[in-house]
Every structure is written in C-alpha cells, then in structure tokens.
C-alpha cells in the first residue's frame, strides 16, 4: 500500500497547543488562580479527559480537574516565572494524571471501565452509526494504548495528539528531552505492535 | 513482514535529524508498504484520538470553579500545603496503629476502598480517633479531609459521627445501595451523592458543595438541601418544599442525560408539567435540549435550544445554547437556520466567551455548502487557536490547497503559529 508522502508530514506533527501560547509574557504576579482557571480550564479538562482515556467519567474528570487547579493555588505563590505559565499549568495537569493513574488496582479498574464502555445508541440515522463506528475505533486504539506503561502512554499522547513539542513536554514532565523521545519512540513501536496484534485497519 | 526502517519511523522525527535525512525516509516510505502500513495504522490510531475531544460545559466549568473556590477559600490551605503529605502520613499511620490493635474485624463497611492497603472495613467501632486538620481518607466514592482537628468514630451501618471539628465529604455514589452518613450532635446527614463541609461546634453547619444531602435534626421535619444552600442548627432556614424537590428532581434528570437519554427527558417534562421558577423551567429545557442532542435527534434538540436561548431567565446559558443549537442545524444540513442562530448569537454577544467556537462553526457550515472562499473569509477572521478554530481552520486550508495554495498556507502557517 503506498502513502502519499504527506502522511509522514502529519505523523508526529509538532503543531504548537493552545497551551503554549502564553498571551504575552505576563508577570508571574497577576497570575491568579481564577484567571489561570478562566482562560485554561477547557484546556485543562481535555488534556485530563485523553490522558485517561475513554472508559474515564465525566465526575472523575472534572475531579481531576479540581485537583489539578487546587495544586495551582498551592504552587502559585513558588512560580517564579522560570518556565512559562502554561507550562508549569501543563506540568501540573499531566503529573497530577500520572498521580492518579498510579497502581495497578487503577489500571485494572480503567482497563474495565474501558471494556464496559457502552454504545446504547439507536441504529438509526448515518450519524448515530458515525458515532458508533467512532466509540468502537476508540475502544480498539485504547484497549493497545492500554498495554503501554503509564509515563510512555503520556508522552504519545501529549506529542501525538495534543500536538506539544518535545522540549514542551520535557519542561512539562521535569525530563530530559531525550527522555521524552525515548518514550515516544517506545510508545509508537508498543502501539504499533499492539494494534498490528488486534488486526486494527481503518 | 518488516523493513529496517521501520526503526526510523518510530524515531520520527529525531533530535537533530536534518532535512536530508527525513526527505530520505519520506522517499523510502512512499514505495515501502511495510512502512506505509506502519504510518497508516499510527496515523489512523492517532486520527480517532484526536477526534476525541470532550467538551467542558459552562455550566460544569461553573460547578467545579465553585468547588474549587470553596475548597482554596478554607483558612491556611495555602500556607500550609507543604504540611499536607506530612499530615496525610500521620494520620494514616494513626488509623494503621488503631486497625492493628482491633480484636474482631468490624462489621460495617463505610466504603469498599483502602487507605493506603488498609481496608476502612477493619476499623474499630465505636472508637474516637481524634482528626487532625488535612487528614484524608480516600476510598473509591468516598473523600474526606479534615478541614479543622476534631474527633470522629465510625459506628455500625455506615456512620460516621463527627463531634467536632470541619469535616469536607465528597460521596460521588457509584454505589446507589450504599447511603453515607454524618451524625452530629444536632442533626443527621446523610446522602447517596454530594460533596458538602460539615462543622460541628457549639451548633452545626452545613454547606452543600455539590449535589444534595438530606438533614434530619431532632422533632423538625426533615430538610432537603441542594448545592449551594447552607444550613445551620441554630439557624433553619428550611428551603421551600416544592422548590427543593424540583431542584432535585433536576438534578437527578442532569445525571441522567448521559445515560438514559429519555428518562432525563421524562424527569425534565414533569418538571416543566408543574409549576415551576424561570430559573428551574431554563433548567428543565436545557436538560430537554440536550438528552435530544445525545439521542441523536438533532431537530428536536436544536428546538429546545432556541427555547432556551429566547427563555427570559436564560441569558447565562443563551450563548452556548444557539452555537449548540447552529450545530444541531448543521447536521440536518438546515444552513440558514445555522447562519441565523449563529447571527443572533453575534449580535447578542458579540465579545462572549464562544465567539471563536461560533466563528468556527460559521466556517464549517460555508465549508459543508461547498463555499470555500466564503469559509477561508471567516476563519480567517477567527480569533484564538480552540481546537474547533485549528480544526476548522485545517479543513479549509485543505479544501483551498489545489485552487488557492498561497491562502491555504497562510492557514496553515496560522496553525503552525
């Protein structure tokens, strides 16, 4: 099967996050929790909702949510403005969810939220069948992502589908760059494998 | 079957990799088909997760900004954040001295979680550990932080009694059998899903955070309390009845509407049978709106959003409810009742808070009808880099790229920015 040579562009393409784009540079001092809040929250709950995937409830998210802002208020009087805010915001969120994500009982436990994933739509009309192919593709690229350790799955995610940079992702994570191209390197071939392994075609 | 390269690919595109090397690799892969078929089994996994981007409702942003503000507000949090973990030990280690020196297993389980690998069913009965402030017990639909020192027991059938000291219990109630409950010594809490702060001293006083809590307090007749409301021993500002039972009967329909579409939409009716508040009835038609929209009934759906939208009480929820509404059009391909709606929404709210997901909305209905340039004018002009903006924004570059690439690439440049 031949690509067009432009897949390989899209793959791995470093489109910079609305995260990253800090309005100015402000001083760290008239950032406050509600302002950090008002402008990236609904960034903050979709890195949330992909880093723990489908099988995560709505309350589990928004509880992630909460938490993540709850250690801003705390780390907000230590932010010196060393790294951009939204970096340290994003640093936060992603290890608040590796946090989370910690044990094996967690594993398990979204594992089986995952697999109980329901499609309690009716099968009429083109877009509830849209939706219904989707929710399966979904749970088909989860259950492989799935198998991937925790702090590789995040970098893959980050990298691949909330478009960060590696030296985004490295700042974010506290990690050497080359760290986080290790991970990346190793999520993709995992992910590869497992896919290849369910027989996914699209 | 594999290829040597296959290695490259899943480096791609290195640290110093130089723009020889990775024309090379895009050269081998376009005749490869073992490559190709690792770029196209990635590239398709990481199209269905990128087309996975949940919304964050106003109204639930709203929600958790309280609960956050509510919990951030609590005296010394701040200051005293780097004492937490040393607390959270200290009191786990207190609860693991107290179960180890239990005789006979207890008989109640408060929630089917572990403290740190100790199961909450092994504690003692009817033993008053003394709580300090920030302690936590985590169990899987059950969290609750000392926000003040006091003295706690657990006692059979689930209670917990606090006798002084401020408690935060966040019950999530992913088990409907399992009713948690608070004894004080002037009331009686107890609820299957709320997050609340419960203070006892010479009175107690209750804050409802989230969801809803029943109190029971001495020959008075039991009180339903709905977040945000407040009650106090001393005080008993008893909401009105019929109020209190709408709101719960919304709130019971709001966590329906993921799962059970059209019970949502059966609670939500009755509500709007009866007599209700503005308020409730915007509540009501908003639940409506959006069990449609999840049942996939995009007309009906869109219906009610204009009801909302044009509601008198409903101008916090106007914004959101005619974009939901332009893109239940959109997707009955009902165009200039999108247009419409989305003109309306520009006019009432010119510099709201969804103007860039409206003006990616507007291209994408130019885009749907096949008016490209139309489009490409629009999204040229949106501002912010939302997804829904990129996302758009993307798609027009692509329609653009064979009749006008110069205009294509400046979108994409301002993707890439």
């Known amino acids: 099967m031949a690509v067009e040579p432009s897949a390989i562009c899209v793959f791995g393409l470093g489109i910079e996050h609305p995260l990253t784009q800090v309005k100015a540079r402000r001083r760290t001092s008239d950032l406050t929790l509600e302002g950090l809040f008002r402008d990236h929250a609904p960034d903050v709950h979709r890195i949330v909702a992909r880093l723990l995937g489908p099988g995560a409830s709505p309350s589990d998210i928004e509880d992630l949510v909460q938490q993540v802002f709850i250690a801003v208020h705390g780390a907000l009087p230590r932010f010196r403005g060393d790294s951009k805010a939204t970096t340290w915001l994003y640093g936060i969120t992603t290890r608040t969810v590796l946090n989370h994500l910690r044990g094996r009982r967690r594993h398990r436990r979204m594992v089986e939220a995952l697999e109980a994933m329901t499609q309690v739509l009716p099968a009429k009309g083109a877009d509830l069948e849209q939706e219904a192919a989707h929710r399966q593709a979904l749970q088909h690229v989860w259950r492989a992502l799935m198998q991937i350790k925790a702090k590789k799955r995040v970098v893959y995610v980050l990298y691949e589908v909330e478009g960060l940079s590696g030296k985004e992702i490295a700042a974010a994570l506290q990690v050497k760059e080359a760290t986080v191209h290790t991970r990346l390197y190793h999520a993709r071939r995992e992910l590869d494998a497992a896919l290849q392994a369910q027989g996914w075609s699209q | ?417």
Not at chain 2, 267 to 285: F, P, T
């Open chain 2, 1 to 417: 079957m594999t290829c040597p390269e296959q290695d490259a690919l899943y480096r791609y595109p290195w640290p110093g990799q130089s723009e020889a090397e990775r024309q090379d690799l895009r050269a081998h892969c376009t005749g490869c088909a073992p490559c190709s078929a690792v770029i196209s089994r990635l590239e398709s996994a990481r199209r269905v997760l990128v087309a996975e981007a949940p919304e964050f409702a106003p109204f639930r942003q709203q929600a958790t900004w309280r609960a956050i503000e509510a919990q951030t507000s609590q005296e010394g949090l701040q200051s005293n954040r780097h004492w937490l973990w040393a607390a959270v030990a200290v009191s786990a280690a207190l609860l693991f001295f107290v179960a180890g020196r239990a005789s006979t297993p207890a008989h109640f389980v408060l929630a089917r979680g572990e403290v740190q690998g100790l199961s909450l069913g092994e504690l003692p009965l009817g033993r008053a550990l003394v709580v300090h402030k920030d302690a936590r017990i985590e169990a899987p639909d059950l969290e609750i932080e000392a926000l003040k020192g006091g003295r706690l027991s657990l006692e059979p059938k689930g209670i917990l009694r606090l006798s002084a000291g401020r408690l935060m219990v966040a019950r999530h109630g992913s088990n409907s059998e399992l009713r948690t409950q608070v004894r004080t010594p002037h009331a009686v809490l107890s609820t299957l899903a709320a997050q609340f702060t419960v203070e006892v001293g010479d009175q107690t006083k209750v804050q409802v955070q989230e969801g809803e809590l029943r109190i029971e307090a001495g020959s008075a007749a039991p009180v339903n309390l709905v977040a945000p409301q407040t009650w106090s021993s001393r005080l008993r500002p008893e909401p009105s009845p019929a109020t209190s039972e709408t709101r719960q009967a919304l709130t019971r329909a709001r966590a329906l509407v993921r799962h059970d579409a059209a019970g949502a939409r059966r609670v939500a009716k009755a509500v709007l049978d009866g007599a209700v508040e503005a308020r409730d009835e915007v509540d009501a038609l908003a639940v409506i709106a959006d069990a449609h929209r999840r049942s996939g009934e995009p007309r009906e759906a869109a219906a009610y959003y204009a009801r909302v939208a044009e509601h008198p009480a409903g101008a916090a929820y106007a914004e959101e409810a005619l974009l939901r509404r332009a893109r239940m059009l959109l997707q009955v391909r009902d165009y200039d009742g999108a247009l419409h709606a989305l003109a309306t929404a520009k006019r009432r709210y010119s510099a709201g808070d969804l103007a860039p997901e409206r003006c990616a909305a507007e291209a994408q209905v130019w885009l749907t009808k096949a008016r490209t340039l139309r489009a490409a004018d629009v999204v040229e002009s949106c501002s912010g880099a939302s997804l829904s903006v990129q996302d758009v924004r993307r798609a027009v570059a692509d329609a653009l790229q064979t009749t006008h690439p110069a205009r294509a690439r400046a979108l994409m440049q301002q993707i890439e920015k």
